[in-house]
């Protein structure tokens, strides 16, 4: 089971339903407090773990890394472009070693632990 970290609390994790779900996988929550501390503002977590009613209901892909914990959408007043940014860096560094996945959104970014893509990285609008 996960620990909240220094910045965020597993409830801020939770299915946004209120069914309770609250599986995160632990390092997500690492990532999200090693980028909410490279970034030096609050981050938001936009979703983490998801039901599958509230995963269909969100428009989420029917394997979602959210629907088993590992993965989180978050954002920051910065942006997602400077989000994006900085877990690049910060992945560079060798920081966030259980990144298997980042997508820069339009206003928050999507990090997950669910396994390698054929690219690390994506954009979308």
């Known amino acids: 089971m996960a620990k909240d970290t220094e910045h965020f609390k597993v ?9 309770g ?41 029917p394997n979602s890394k959210h629907l088993t914990g590992k993965a989180a959408d978050l ?3 910065l ?10 860096k910060l992945h560079a560094e060798g920081k966030l070693p259980a990144l298997d996945y980042c997508i820069k959104y339009r206003t928050f970014i999507h990090i997950d632990c669910g396994g390698k893509r054929k690219s690390l990285w994506e954009v979308r609008a």
Do not use: W
Not at 11 to 19: D, L, N, T
């Open 75 to 77: 954002s920051c007043n």
């Open 11 to 19: 409830s801020e994790f939770a299915c946004k339903c209120g069914c």
């Open 79 to 88: 942006g997602s472009a400077k989000m994006f940014e900085t877990v690049k």
């Open 21 to 61: 779900k609250k599986d995160i996988d632990q390092r997500v929550m690492d990532m999200a407090e090693t980028i909410r501390q490279a970034l030096g503002v609050p981050v938001r977590v936009n979703s983490g773990c998801r039901c599958k009613e509230h995963n269909a209901r969100s428009k989420g892909v």
